[in-house]
């Protein structure tokens, strides 16, 4: 969703911001703009559409100031164009500000300065915070940072906003409740970003901006104070990112590089949390908690999107190998059917970003009725990450992919070490059990390397796909979660209505839809539910579905019924998601690929969800 950028230094700002900006294009956007100060005045440029619109605008009139502040809008109030597009200015010209997340209470602040004669030219839910601050600094004899109190203090909702003003044209301001800030320092320049990607060219010792606090920025150093004006120090923290990550690497797309990064990220995943002799699982994030962890008598999985699918293999595991209750829950909804939680049932909350808002409100749901949070993130100092009460970072690197890859196996892979952790602890499984799982897990990375190899073959299957309208994916048991994955990933990039469906419902309604128009991607693996997923494909085969399996190495059997088979390696039946989900991944890739979709920023899409 939207991203901001700002820079204070002796460079021009505007480059810098711009550039910045374009690192941010992953989060989903439709429009970006860009603010500076010359000529004593505040500038801004902002333009609907990519963000290459806006370089070349600031370029061609060339736009130069020593700071900067910019932004890309994922619009919420008011439709993608010029004038809703940030920065905002206020009714004065004084200050312009950038806004991430969103104010809940903007109608009733808008209507009163309205009343005061303040004109607003845009429709967005943004544009306030620039004519309330105006109004409180004029109030407050010009005094930024206690103005930003005051502001700070009326504003309800989220937010992170960043502040430029005419009357001290050498400093930044900002101020930031529940959306990621994130401060980059450098040799006489300073940075700031939503994420770390705009940062990591020019600094890696950043500071995570907390909730409630305020900035203050210039080009040689930084003030930062809590909400009652007293200044507070942060440690500096190591960016943990590198160029390499942030760019493609000779891949043609982000999603491509990051479903070939699967062999390492799982991997990484694991790396250091399983004993050399694969005796024992090993998780450092969880040695206070460990106790609450190991006692719970209910897991819970919160999560949204691919998280959720996740969460759901989860259930599957974690009931099966801990024999301890499990539920699984989309976030967004958690909150709302007034769930009932129990003080010490143990909360998993699974985040790729870290920042999404669904499951961020969740988590302080279960937190309310005594629940212990055990956070799931990849992104390193993300809120989730800081909100839960422990957990354990997956490590799969930064993953701007749009549609989640390796981030959802990195995911899947902590998940059974803390499932095979717990069932360790309680006994559920033998030492001989949980050596033969840790053996299996780690052989995964090299059977996922063998699944990619395949990415030729399946590119030949994505072109039967290229005209269809509609598809189902299917699967049974813990292969059931992988079909929703499937069909999420497909429609995600190639917007073909894709339906995941348990395959043994597929009698209970969706077998309406097959005929020789809507294909089916059936998980068949050799697991226990094998016999009866191959009654599933007879029953297509009999309407004139078309049919794509994926099948264990060497099964005659579905080669001589599907249409089209991808054959891969056998692993445990618990284990398998890992595998039967590379496959859907490439089908996915290779289909939008061959209807011409732009894989890496799909419409309406947006990398990190940061409103409800
Ligand atoms: C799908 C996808 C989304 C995210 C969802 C949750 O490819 O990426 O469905 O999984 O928005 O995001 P995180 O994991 O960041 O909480």
């Known amino acids: 969703m939207c991203g901001i950028v700002g820079y204070i230094g002796d460079k ?34 902002k333009k609907n559409g990519r963000v290459d619109v806006l370089r070349q605008t600031v370029e061609d009139v060339k736009f130069s100031s020593h700071v900067g502040i910019g932004h890309t809008r994922w619009a919420t109030h008011g439709e993608p164009s010029d004038i809703n597009a940030h920065p905002h200015i206020s009714h004065k010209g004084k200050v312009a500000i950038v806004h991430n997340g969103i104010i809940e209470n903007y109608l009733s602040l808008k209507k009163e300065l309205q009343k005061k004669g303040k004109v607003f030219l845009s429709e967005t839910d943004s544009e306030v915070i620039a004519h309330l601050l105006e109004e409180v600094l004029e109030n407050s004899a010009g005094d930024m940072i206690a103005a930003l109190q005051i502001v700070q203090r009326t504003l309800v909702g989220a937010f992170a906003v960043v502040i430029l003003s005419v009357d001290e044209p050498n400093l930044i301001y900002a101020i ?6 994130v401060l980059g320092i450098g040799k006489g320049e300073n940075f700031l970003a939503s994420d770390g990607t705009p940062l990591v060219q020019y600094t890696k010792s950043v500071i995570y901006i907390g909730d409630g606090e305020i900035l203050r920025l210039s080009a040689n150093d930084f003030q930062i104070y809590n909400s009652d004006i007293q200044e507070i120090s942060h440690a500096t923290s190591v960016l943990e990112m590198e160029m390499s990550m942030i760019e493609k690497d000779g891949y043609a797309h982000f999603m491509l590089k990051e479903i070939y990064e699967q062999p390492k990220t799982i991997l990484d995943s694991m790396r250091g949390r399983i004993a050399a002799d694969m005796s024992e699982v090993k998780l450092g994030g969880i040695n206070n908690y460990a106790p609450q962890l190991y006692n719970a008598n209910r ?14 293999v989860a259930r599957y595991v974690f009931e099966q190998l801990c024999r301890v209750s499990c539920e699984v829950d989309v976030a967004s909804e958690f909150r709302y059917r007034k769930p009932v939680i129990h003080a010490g049932d143990a909360i998993f909350a699974i985040s790729q970003s870290g920042e999404t808002a669904d499951t961020i409100v969740a988590i302080e749901e279960a937190k309310h009725h005594g629940a212990n949070i ?83 073959q399946i590119l030949e299957i994505s072109k039967s796909l290229k005209d269809i309208h509609s598809m189902l994916f299917l699967g049974r048991g813990v292969q059931f979660p992988i079909a929703l994955e499937g069909a999420l990933k497909m429609k995600e990039i190639t917007y073909i209505h894709a339906e995941g469906y348990a395959a043994g419902e597929m009698k209970h309604g969706p077998i309406a839809l097959i005929d020789e128009f809507v294909p089916t991607v059936i998980i068949a693996i050799k697991d226990s539910n094998y016999l009866k997923v191959l009654s599933n494909i007879k029953e297509i085969k009999a309407r004139k579905g078309k049919v794509i399996a994926i099948v264990n190495k060497g099964d005659d059997d579905i080669k001589g019924i599907a249409d089209f088979c991808i054959e891969i390696p056998e692993t445990s039946e618990l284990l398998a998601p890992l595998l039967t989900t590379i496959p859907l991944q490439l089908l996915a890739y290779h289909t939008a690929n061959v209807r011409g979709c732009d894989i890496d920023k799909p419409r309406n899409l947006a990398k990190s969800v940061t409103v409800e």
């Open 374 to 456: 055990f956070g799931i993130c990849n992104v390193v100092g993300s809120t989730i990450s800081r909100v839960s009460h422990e957990g354990a970072y997956t490590h799969a690197g930064v993953e701007i992919g749009v549609a989640s890859t390796k981030a959802f196996t990195a995911q899947l892979t902590v998940l059974y070490l803390f499932a095979l952790k717990i069932a360790q602890s309680k006994g559920t499984l033998t030492p001989a059990q949980i050596k033969q799982y840790c053996s299996e897990l780690h052989a995964i990375p090299d059977q996922v390397s063998e699944i990619l190899a395949l990415s030729p």
């Open 176 to 181: 930031k409740k529940g959306t990621p800030l």
């Open 12 to 45: 021009n700002g505007i480059d810098i911001v711009v550039k910045g900006l374009q690192r941010l294009e992953y989060r989903g956007y439709d429009s970006a703009g860009v603010a500076g100060i010359s000529a004593g005045k505040i500038q801004i440029v």
């Open 299 to 312: 897991y819970l999985f919160l999560a949204c999107g691919t998280s959720y699918h996740a969460g759901m």
